[in-house]
């Protein structure tokens, strides 16, 4: 018991990885050994790039504050709060450290938001943005690749050094490593009693966006037996629900959902099952052209639209595989792509016959009162529904 | 009365009145114009009530490609500001459907009009996803909502370069073949889709002819003559061109009249983005000596940078895919990086002697407003220009605030009349 409580409080250390508070710990701690640290915006950027040459991709989190009167001199109040709050934690000087930033133009937002980066010499040292295209055929797949190409030798050139075919297949591997591990754990959240609870899942992978991604697997992997024994710290086992969502990095909404009677047991989330799911093929001789084709068609977004109908397949599917209840898709306020594709998004999963409900919530964790009421409406429905 | 049954009751009553109240101190053109509206809906009627294939795109801009392969085009979102009394309704029929009402108002009233009925419905959705992104996923998810199929085309909005060009140039031929697999007539003509370029040529040339009198100081032409300019969705009507030059011509000899714009012109400002389409700022502004001889998104201004004919941007002459491409691939400065727009609203600052600009901050789009600070900043830290960030609605009037708007341009015209008097001194 004093064992399993021991493993317990290392869990715990490394859930809170990513809390506000400790985020850039590991981060600057790299940069004290004298190592680089490059900022990362987006779920789609090839981190092994970066990884590859010995740097360290921090997955940015945008500050959790409530209040962001840096980032509202440059932003305009009804648009994305992941990229307002980002901007924020920048223009505040928390990420001054990095030797670089790598984003993608995912949306209108992102776009802006770099523009406010350079504009205001936050975005120093490599500051590169790459298009996305918003599908994942294989023209843009081709279009994807030569800009993960530029982009390694941007990297190269910049930081005068080489990506070559050994440390790239090293960064796979470790990647691949990590994918596998999340995966692995969250097969385990099939079953009746899940060892992780869904604010628990987000925390954890949110947790390996901070730390270098070997350190992140080694502490994982030696924390698995533990797990596998595990009860997620959860009131109620059922109903099930899966939550859909872009830019969620808080886990208090997910604990709201949870402590408003549910489980969530499974996500399509960019911040969750999104980040990992597919691994990088390594029979393919071109590991850049393996790196690119794994990042633009492994789970697509609301995004990425011209892809999309085979994830809301992937989630249909889900729904069958974690014996889920219902849907909560849950987008960010201002996120149009996710919100355009809701009337879809809710159609699709009628006509399968699940249960679906769309609760808009912020990025920083507010207005939970509301929040918390349109979600225990859902979960009676639900719970209603699984009665009959 | 559906749209079409609309407008062409609108156009017979304007007609009507000009008619039987003949005033020659109005533009002549304006009846002209409103003739060739009468016709074009009055075609887009008949081809709704014979139930020939209509397809839906944004605006006019692109729908040269589809007239060539014989399509009836509805421009929505050129349609939903024409809405004018049936606003409210669309609007309430876009939120009703579940979409965001957060995003630009042109884009949820061509939603709601698009939904509702009123228009003839679509065989097929073209849209164009890198321009913003409410265009772009409102299309998408409005061919979802509807049930119909879609095409979209993407550029990488960064670059113009051959490589570019000849990507989208592959894409447009997709659509061409998807258009005639799926759309019952379609069939493309190259001699036509050359036709509409060499019009829209022919068009840009007229008028360019006017464009020394918005230069001028003071200006011989700004606020709304600026914006009365283009109407492509008109290109294939045989008194077209006609129609150009005669509004050249007028705008000429009110030019040469001797008479500015704007009497004792004392500022010039530059209008960005949009504008409350229900409601004439220039009027106002013009009451207080304030000229706007250019407007961002009107066919001679910064938001288009995509020159038809213009053998320089990719060193050779172009083709007419190629040309089709070219407005595709790189055609508005501003949902690139935001450099693209400061260079090009500095260029127009500079041609035209900019005083102040004006960033109509409209509600919901994030691609214009989201850079407009740092448009700002640097044009001011570069040139000395001052802006104004005034938010607004294009369409949906119930939201605006016309004593907060003219307050907020007041203050603005006091500060740069400051600036200005410094500068002298």
Known sequence: MNKDNEIEKRFQQLLSANDEAKRTKRALEWKREGRKVIG???????????????????????????????????????SCQFHTHVVDSFLSGEYDFLDGIVATDWDDDARRTFDILLHTGKATGFATIFHLPKGSSERECQVFHKWVLRLKTGLEEHFQAKINDDNLAQAIEVYNETRLLLMKL???????????????????????????????????????????????????????????????????????????????????????????????????????????????????????ILAWEQQIDQVIEWVKEYNIDGVLNFPQLYSLCQNFGTPHFEKRLRKADILVATVERDYSLVNTGQILTRVQAFIEMVEEKNNK | MNFFEREISKYERRIKHIRENPDPSKAQSNLLL??????????????????????????????????????????????????????????????????????????????????????????????????????????????????CKYFAVEGE????????????????????????????????DKEKLKQLQQIDIQAREILRGVQKYMKSVPAYLAGQDVLRMGHIE?????????????????????????????????????????????????????????????????????????????????GRHLNELEEEARTRNCGGSWAGLAENRVKDIAKVSRDYNIDGIVHFQLMGCHTLCGSATVVGERIEKEMGIPSLYVEGYCLDQERFDQTQFETQLNGFIDICLGRKAERRE
């Open chain 2, 34 to 147: 409103y003739e060739m509206f009468l016709d074009h809906r009055k075609e887009q009627l008949r081809a709704a009530e014979k139930h020939e294939p209509f397809i839906y795109m944004g605006e006019p801009g692109g729908n040269r490609l589809p007239r060539a392969l014989g399509l009836n085009v509805a421009c929505i979102v050129a349609a939903a500001d024409r809405a004018g009394s049936e606003t409210q309704r669309y609007l309430q029929i876009y939120r009703a459907a579940g979409f965001p009402p957060n995003t630009c108002d042109r884009i949820q009233v061509a939603l709601g009009l698009a939904i509702s009925g009123d228009l003839p419905p679509p065989s097929l959705i073209y849209t164009c996803l890198h321009f913003c992104n409410p265009s772009g996923y409102g299309d998408i998810n409005l061919a979802h909502y509807l049930g």
């Open chain 2, 234 to 314: 008109l290109r294939e009507h045989p008194r077209y061109l006609e129609y150009m030059r005669t509004l050249r011509d007028e705008l000429a000899y009110k030019a040469e009249s001797g008479q500015p714009a704007v009497p004792n012109e004392r500022l010039r400002f530059y209008w960005l983005v949009s504008a409350p389409f229900f409601y004439n700022p220039f009027e106002f502004l013009a009451k207080r000596g304030v000229s706007v001889p250019m407007y961002e998104a009107s066919q001679l201004g910064s938001g288009h940078r995509a020159e038809p004919g213009d053998d320089s941007t990719y």
């Open chain 1, 186 to 304: 969250y097969e385990l959240r099939k079953r009746e009693s899940s060892p992780v609870s869904g604010a628990e899942a987000l925390r954890l992978v949110t947790a390996s966006f901070t730390m270098p991604k070997n350190e992140f697997n080694n502490e994982l992997k030696s924390l698995f037996p533990y797990l596998e024994r595990r009860k997620a710290p959860v009131e109620k086992l059922k109903p099930r629900l899966l939550v859909s969502s872009d830019k969620l990095f808080h886990p208090g909404y997910l604990e709201l959902v949870e402590k408003a009677g549910a489980i969530v047991a499974m996500d399509d989330m960019d911040t969750g099952s999104r980040y990992f799911w597919g691994t990088v093929d390594t029979t393919l001789s071109d590991k850049v052209y393996a790196l690119s084709k794994r990042y633009l068609t492994h789970t697509p977004c609301p995004r990425t």
């Open chain 1, 40 to 78: 990362v915006l987006c779920h789609y950027v090839p981190e092994e790039l970066i990884y590859a040459l010995g740097m360290l991709p921090l997955r940015i989190t945008g500050t959790w504050r409530e209040s962001t009167p840096m980032a509202s001199h440059y932003r305009i109040a009804n």
């Open chain 2, 157 to 188: 909005e960064y670059e113009s370069s051959n490589d570019t060009l000849m990507a989208m140039v592959h894409q447009l031929e997709e659509f061409a073949a998807f258009a005639e697999e799926n759309v019952p007539g379609a069939k493309f």
